[in-house]
C-alpha cells in the first residue's frame, strides 16, 4: 500500500520492543516513547521543504537551506502527548496544538472533548500524533476536526498499527501519509492491538 512507511532501524527496533513488553514500567515506558518518537522524526522529516538563505559564518557568507514551512504538531490526547517532547526537542520552531478524543468503551467511537490549534495550521506541515492506530476511527476524526481548522498538509505519525486502521486512514485520505515503528497482525474482540503494547495512555500515565 502506497503511502505507509514502517520504519526500518536497529533503535527503533530496540526501544519498540521495550514498550511492548509487558514489565516495563511507567517511567522507562515515558522515556522509550519519548525517544522513540524523536528517531521516527528523523525519518518523518525527511523530505520536508527547504529554502535557502545566506548564512554569514565566522569566516565567509555561504548559503544554507532552513525549513521551509512551518511545522505543527498536533498529539491525540493522551497518549499522543507522550510523543511530544521527542520531536519538539528536534524542531523547537514547531508549535504544538491539541485534540482530545477518548474511544468509547462500547462503541468504539471516538470522542472529541477538546481542541485547540494554532492559526498558522493553514499554512504549515502538521504532524498528528498517537502511538496507537487501531480501528483508526480517533485518526480519522482528528483529521476531520483539524481539516475544519484549515491543515491542508497533514502526516500521521504512530508507533503501533494495524491493517484495520492503515486501510481505514487510506480510504479516508489516500494521500495522508503514515509513520509507523510496527505494522501488527490486526485487533482482538476488544479493538486492541495484537500483539500491540496495550492501553497506551495507561501505560504512560499509570492510570491502570
Ligand atoms: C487510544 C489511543 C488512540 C485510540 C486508538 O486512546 O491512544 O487515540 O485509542 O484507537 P482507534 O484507532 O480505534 O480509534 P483512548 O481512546 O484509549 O484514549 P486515551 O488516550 O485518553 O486513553
Ligand atoms: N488503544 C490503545 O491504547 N491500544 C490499543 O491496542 C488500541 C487502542
Known sequence: ????????????????????????ETKLFRETVDELAALMAYEVTRDLPTKVVDVHTPIALTQGKVLAKEVVIVPI????LGMVAGIQNLIPTAKVGHIGLY?????????????????????????????????????????????????KDIRFVGMVGCPEGVAKLHS???DIAIYLAALDQGLNEHSYIVPGLGDAGDRLYGTK
Do not use: C, Q, W
Open 77 to 80: 490526547l493522551r497518549a499522543g
Open 172 to 174: 479516508f485520505r489516500p
Open 103 to 151: 474511544r468509547d468503551e462500547v462503541t468504539l467511537e471516538p470522542h472529541e472533548y477538546y481542541l485547540k490549534v494554532p492559526p498558522t495550521i493553514r499554512d504549515a506541515t502538521v504532524l498528528l500524533l498517537d502511538p496507537m492506530l487501531a480501528t483508526g476511527g480517533s485518526v480519522v476524526a482528528a483529521i476531520k476536526a483539524l481539516e475544519k481548522h484549515g491543515a
Open 1 to 24: 500500500m502506497s503511502n505507509i512507511h514502517i520504519l526500518d532501524h536497529p533503535l527503533i527496533h530496540h526501544k519498540l520492543s521495550l514498550i511492548r513488553n509487558k514489565d516495563t
